[in-house]
C-alpha cells in the first residue's frame, strides 16, 4: 500500500527556536497534502492545505507566518513551526492525496510527530 | 458547519465482547466516511470507508455502517481482543468545503479498553 513517511517522530526544541517537520509521500505524488494538528483529547483539527508548486491555504485562525508550509515536490511537504512556544506543543500529523485522484479512499497519513517546546 | 461527535468517549468491556461505537455528523453532504484506529503515539490507521453511497462496509471482525440521511455511522467490533483496545476515530469527507478535497473533519474519538 502507499506509504507517507513523517519525520521527525518526536521532536524537543526549546522556546522561541524553528523546528521543521517533514511529510513525505514514498511510493506516490501526492499533488495535495494536508497538515493536522491534534491536543490532548481533542479531535484532529485541519491546519492548512498544502498544494504543491502554489501557496498553502490555511484554515481560519492559523497563523500562516508561524506555520510555514513548503510543498516544493511532488513527493514532500514541510511543515517549519517558527518562534515555538510551549502551547504549540502538540501532535501534528499529515496525509497525502494520491495525484490524479479526488476520491476520499487515496488519502494517506503519516505517522504524526509529537513536539515538544520547553 | 460540519461536526463530528463520537459516543462514547471512552469504554470499557471484557475480552471477548461484542460492541458499537457511535458516530454522528450534522452535514449529511458528505463524500465519504472513515473509521481509524490510533494507537497512543501512533499515527493513523484506516480500518473502513464507506461512500455516500453505500450504507455498510465490513473487514474482519469490524463492520461499519452509514445513515447519511440521519448522519450516523456505527462501528460494530465483534469478539473483542485486547489488541484491539486504541482510539477509535471518526471522520468525513465534507462535499461543502471550500478548500481541496481530501480534507477530513474528524470527531474526538473513543478510547476502547479491552480487559483480558
Known amino acids: 500500500g502507499a506509504v507517507v513517511s513523517q519525520h521527525p517522530s518526536r521532536v524537543i526544541c526549546k522556546s522561541g527556536t524553528s523546528v521543521k517537520i517533514e511529510c513525505r509521500s514514498l511510493d506516490f505524488q501526492a499533488t495535495t497534502m494536508f497538515w493536522y494538528r491534534q491536543f490532548p483529547k481533542q479531535s484532529l483539527m485541519l491546519m492548512a492545505t498544502s498544494n504543491e508548486g502554489s501557496k498553502a491555504t490555511y484554515e481560519q485562525g492559523v497563523e500562516k507566518d508561524k506555520f510555514l508550509i513548503n510543498h516544493a515536490s511532488l513527493t514532500l511537504s514541510t511543515l517549519t513551526v517558527t518562534s515555538a512556544h510551549p502551547e504549540d506543543s502538540s501532535f501534528y500529523i499529515c496525509?497525502?492525496?494520491?495525484?490524479?485522484?479526488?476520491?476520499?479512499?487515496?488519502?494517506?497519513f503519516g505517522e504524526g510527530s509529537w513536539l515538544t517546546v520547553v | 458547519k460540519q461536526e463530528v461527535t463520537q459516543i462514547p468517549a471512552a469504554l470499557s468491556v471484557p475480552e471477548g465482547e461484542n460492541l458499537v461505537l457511535n458516530c454522528s455528523f450534522t452535514d449529511s453532504a458528505i463524500y465519504n466516511l472513515q473509521w481509524f484506529r490510533q494507537d497512543p503515539g501512533k499515527g493513523l490507521t484506516s480500518l473502513l470507508l464507506?461512500?455516500?453511497?453505500?450504507r455498510e462496509q465490513t473487514s474482519g471482525r469490524l463492520n461499519a455502517s452509514l445513515d447519511k440521511s440521519s448522519g450516523r455511522s456505527t462501528l460494530y467490533i465483534a469478539a473483542s481482543q485486547p489488541g484491539d483496545s486504541a482510539t477509535y476515530l471518526c471522520a468525513v469527507s465534507p462535499v461543502n468545503y471550500g478548500g481541496s478535497q481530501g480534507n477530513l473533519i474528524f470527531g474526538k474519538g473513543t478510547k476502547l479498553s479491552v480487559k483480558p
Open positions: 464507506i461512500q455516500s453511497s453505500q
Open positions: 496525509s497525502a492525496r494520491r495525484a490524479g485522484t479526488v476520491s476520499g479512499n487515496t488519502i494517506y
